[in-house]
């Protein structure tokens, strides 16, 4: 697996984005039910969101956020930065190591 920082930075204003929350959050909840998102939430101020996700390839992940309702009603763009990680939390090494 490969592991990625994923980044959402607001393309509307705030108001509408809020709008579609319940379902971009319904939809991500499905990531987490396929073990691709880690922890999830929006940025402070509240411009966008970062996400801490893995998956088979960096097009696989794109997939994915193609689908996102942040994405399908062009309310936010998305950022993909694929990292190595070397040190973890003894809790998260399940997640990190799963093949």
Same mark, same amino acid.
């Given at each position: 697996m490969?592991?990625?920082? $994923?980044e ?5 204003? @705030? #108001? /509408? ?11 991500l +909840? ?11 939430g929006?940025k $402070? ?6 996400m @801490? #996700? /893995?998956a088979?390839s960096?097009e696989?992940?794109?997939d994915?956020?193609? +689908?996102?309702?942040f ?16 040190k973890?939390?003894g809790?998260?090494e ?6």
């Amino acid at each position: 697996m490969k592991h990625f920082i $994923v980044e959402i930075n607001y393309l509307v204003p @705030l #108001a /509408r984005v809020q709008e579609s929350v319940p379902a971009h959050r319904a939809y991500l +909840q499905t990531g987490y039910d396929a073990g691709l998102l880690l922890c999830s939430g929006p940025k $402070v101020p509240a411009t966008g969101g970062f996400m @801490l #996700a /893995r998956a088979a390839s960096f097009e696989a992940l794109q997939d994915f956020f193609a +689908q996102d309702p942040f994405s399908t009603e062009r309310l936010a763009s998305f950022a993909f930065s694929e990292f190595q990680p070397v040190k973890r939390q003894g809790w998260a090494e399940a997640w990190f190591s799963e093949a």
